[in-house]
């Protein structure tokens, strides 16, 4: 059950943060996939940037992109090596508790990256643009989060 708010916690961070460092994530309205840097001068443009904050802001999300996609695909490998250990017929525990560890480490490394980039963002904006940015971020998460398919 603690592993499940862990999880829960994890999905929930995610939602704030990781789209500021994605590189294909927005889509326009015609379906197509606008890339981290119209975003970024869409940010700009909305919260009204300094050049230093700018840079400031670039300069993270350089840092989230070279140390982020690593960690996301050992949490990646180390699902699909436990379910794999899980469809086996007679699986072992110690290797599904092994990965389980390992995976909410893992999960917990990538909150702990998140919660500290937002305090980050939060030290590089106003308190205005601060509010602004989650504002903006639930928004595009309520509309991503939409069904694509009406029964």
């Not at 970024?40 to 009204?48: A, C, G, M």
């Not at 999960?107 to 590089?124: A, D, F, G, V, Y």
């Amino acid at each position: 059950m603690k592993s499940l708010k862990y999880v829960v916690f994890f999905v929930f961070c995610s939602f704030f943060v990781q789209p500021l460092f994605a590189e294909n994530f927005i889509n326009d309205k015609h379906g197509n996939r606008q890339d981290g840097i119209k975003f970024f001068e869409k940010l700009s443009i909305d919260l009204k940037l300094t050049d230093e904050q700018k840079t400031k802001i670039q300069s993270l999300q350089q840092e989230q992109k070279e140390n982020v996609p690593a960690t996301m695909n050992e949490l990646k490998q180390k699902n699909k090596d436990l379910d794999i250990e899980l469809a086996k017929e007679k699986y072992d525990m110690n290797v599904i508790n092994k990965l389980a560890q390992d995976i909410i480490s893992l999960e917990n490394k990538l909150s702990t990256n998140r919660i500290n980039t937002k305090i980050k963002m939060r030290n590089i904006l106003s308190a205005e643009q601060f509010k602004q940015l989650d504002n903006n971020m639930r928004n595009m998460h309520k509309k991503n989060l939409k069904p694509k398919y009406k029964n």
